[in-house]
């Protein structure tokens, strides 16, 4: 069955930068956009960005650009989303969650709805 | 501030009939297909509703979605305690050249 499964909690203090993994299985990952969202405690979902694994290219939400580093590595099916300079206010759970649509391939992630999601990652930020 | 605005809470009692709106404009649900996602606490986010009306399998049909203009709904019928959960509206927005979901609506099951 279609799978992602992501890395463990991570505890980091201000400033430094925090890497998470999400491991694909049950298809073939070149095949669908990865999107990244998070929640912080007590509030929503929030888009962070895309990753096609295909090209490498990405997008992300204009709050995290300059912060966000989205890759993937084909060989072994596993996308990254790594945020650097951390602030307290990004603790929060952070999902993985594959990109599908009608459309064969990865042709554009603006018609994607996300299916299934990671199981989330809590990073925490301490100062 | 959500670019989707969703009511932050919702109740009914088993077996009653519940809508959850989520409104934005014209730069997403007024020209893109709208997604509903439902969360508990805890675990993964689970997709219910894909482009406005379709259900993915598994999900009963007791879920529904509809969209009109630059609004649309959730309802859930027949609702079961197993219903309560936080439920998410979210859309491609064209202005900002990515997904934005709705704050988020509590639903309690009384």
């Known amino acids: ?127 | 501030q959500s670019v989707l605005t969703q009511p932050p809470s919702a109740s009914g009692t088993p077996g009653q009939r519940v809508t959850i709106s989520c409104s934005g404009s014209s730069s997403n649900i007024g020209s893109n297909n709208v997604n509903w996602y439902q969360h508990l606490p805890g675990t993964a986010p689970k997709l219910l509703i894909y482009r406005n009306n379709q259900r993915p399998s598994g999900v009963p049909d007791r879920f529904s979605g509809s969209k009109s203009g630059t609004s649309a709904s959730l309802a859930i019928s027949g609702l079961q305690s197993e219903d309560e959960a936080d439920y998410y509206c979210a859309a491609w927005d064209d202005r900002l050249n990515g997904v934005v979901f709705g704050g988020g609506t509590k639903l309690t099951v009384l």
Request: hydrophobic share 35%.
């Open chain 1, 1 to 127: 069955q279609v799978q992602l499964v992501q890395s463990g909690a991570e505890v980091k203090k201000t400033g430094a930068s925090v890497k998470v993994s999400c491991k694909a299985s049950g298809y073939t990952f070149t095949n669908y956009y990865m999107h990244w969202v998070r929640q912080a405690p007590g509030q929503g979902l929030e888009w962070m960005g895309w990753m096609n694994p295909d090209s490498g290219g990405t997008n992300s939400a204009q709050k995290f650009q300059g912060r966000v580093t989205m890759t993937g590595d084909t060989s072994i099916s596993t996308a990254y989303m790594e945020l650097s300079r951390l602030r307290s206010d990004d603790t929060a759970v952070y999902y993985c969650a594959r990109g599908v649509s009608l459309l064969r391939g990865v042709t554009t992630p603006k018609y994607n709805w996300f299916d299934p999601w990671g199981q989330g990652t809590l990073v925490t930020v301490f100062s």
